[in-house]
């Protein structure tokens, strides 16, 4: 099992900045990305940015060149840079974990954390 905790979201305004944490712990040995979802009321749950073992990264297109994914050993950042009010959702960390017994991968996921931004 694969616990993860988030940290650093809150109330900013428009054009300011946030960076978003999330440590790990557990069985981390086997996980070989990390990353964060975002979800707005009535909306789906949807991909912010994932960054792999080797140090890839994906963004959506939506937060390409603002926002920034990192890693440091089994803590993951999401540096969020010109926030608009459409960036406004809870944001959940992700994790993805190889499972040798049944040879799949197994999501897991955080708590959440709310980000709002105003305009």
């Known amino acids: 099992q694969v616990q993860l905790v988030e940290s650093g979201g809150g109330l900013v305004q428009a054009g300011g900045s946030l960076r978003l944490s999330c440590a790990a712990s557990?069985?981390?040995?086997?996980?070989?990305?990390m990353g964060w979802y975002r979800q707005a009321p009535g909306k789906q749950r949807d991909l912010v940015a994932v960054?792999?073992?080797?140090?890839s990264t994906i963004y959506a297109g939506s937060v390409k060149g603002r926002f920034t994914i990192s890693r440091d050993k089994n803590t993951v950042y999401l540096q969020m840079n010109s926030l608009s009010p459409e960036d406004t959702a809870v944001y959940y960390c992700?994790?993805?974990?190889?499972?040798?017994?049944?040879?799949?991968?197994?999501?897991?996921w955080g708590q959440g954390t709310q980000v709002t931004v105003s305009s």
């Open positions: 960054i792999t073992s080797d140090g």
């Open positions: 992700y994790a993805r974990g190889f499972q040798a017994v049944t040879s799949s991968f197994i999501a897991y």
């Open positions: 557990g069985n981390i040995a086997n996980i070989n990305r």
